[in-house]
């Protein structure tokens, strides 16, 4: 099963505002450093053993990346010693770097973390940490042999306005030149942000699909590029009668595809929330 990771926000609390322009923000080394894994406090994993906002005032510059901390001490403890601390892969998706010749950096969600051996790993949501809970072993022995050959490359670059946000919608390098275009979960909003079809699961598909199709043509792909999708939904037995209409928005039925139950922490409004992973050249 090819590996890409997913979304920076977690999949509670989804909503978006559609805005009037399109932008690709790549993020690169040689312009200002970047805010690794949203500004959480890697210390506090091992402390605490939560996920804490850092702040501002409490930084410190290692590999080319600002990290924030909660405290005073906590940053102390990160100086002396970072490489205890720092998350796996520099922060980023711990399943997109095991992903062999597509393997490639991604963002995460600082809430969908595990501590392995003594070792901090994050991934794009916790759907994905659950996959890659499942064999955590292997995944760690693929990621630490591709790193390497990572660390230099390209940060993702973050596909804006028309798609819409949050959750983001990322475009990664990979090492054939090509290119995953990762769509965050989309939910059946309008560019007013308000829900679309309460009760009709017809037409929150319709919605999500719009939406879907927004971040594929701002990230330069199609439905066609769609290698495989996550599906979040409340009553999946009823998502399988729109099979024609899920072929096309979301392509053809593929092996990876997923269908899963959406987290009841998710506005009760919201019938379905799809995730796309589209390929290009």
């Not at 920076?8 to 805010?35: D, K, N, W």
């Not at 275009?181 to 308000?194: C, F, H, S």
Request: hydrophobic share 35%; aromatic share 10%; net charge negative.
């Amino acid at each position: 099963m090819r590996k890409p990771c997913l979304s920076q926000s977690t999949i509670a609390g989804v909503g978006f505002g559609l805005f009037v322009t399109m932008a690709l923000t790549p993020i690169a080394r040689g312009e200002e450093p970047h805010l690794s894994i949203s500004g959480y406090d890697p210390v506090a994993y091992f402390t605490d053993g939560k996920p804490i906002k850092g702040k501002a005032e409490f930084e410190y510059l290692w590999h080319k990346l600002k990290w924030r901390f909660a405290s005073s001490g906590h940053r102390d403890l990160f100086v002396s010693s970072p490489s205890q601390y720092a998350p796996q892969y520099d922060g980023y998706c711990a399943m997109g770097v095991t992903n062999g010749e597509d393997a490639h950096k991604d963002t995460v969600d600082p809430e969908a973390w595990a501590i392995v051996d003594g070792k901090l790993y994050l991934t794009h949501n916790q759907y994905w940490l659950g996959v890659w809970r499942e064999h955590s072993d292997e995944y760690i022995k693929s990621a630490d042999a591709s790193w390497q050959a990572l660390a230099d490359r390209a940060e993702p670059a973050i596909v804006g306005p028309p798609c819409p946000t949050p959750p983001q919608t990322t475009k990664v390098a990979l090492r054939d030149g090509g290119h995953w275009v990762v769509v965050g979960g989309q939910v059946a909003r309008d560019e007013a942000g308000n829900v679309v079809g309460k009760g009709d699961l017809q037409r929150q598909i319709e919605q999500v699909g719009k939406n879907v199709d927004a971040c594929l043509e701002a990230g330069g792909a199609t439905v066609k590029d769609i290698i495989f999708t996550v599906s979040y939904v409340k009553q999946p037995a009823d998502y399988d009668k729109y099979a024609d209409l899920r072929q096309r928005y979301f392509g053809p039925p593929a092996p990876d595809s997923t269908v899963v139950p959406m987290p009841q922490s998710t506005n009760p409004d919201l019938l379905v929330q799809v995730e796309a992973f589209a390929k290009t050249q």
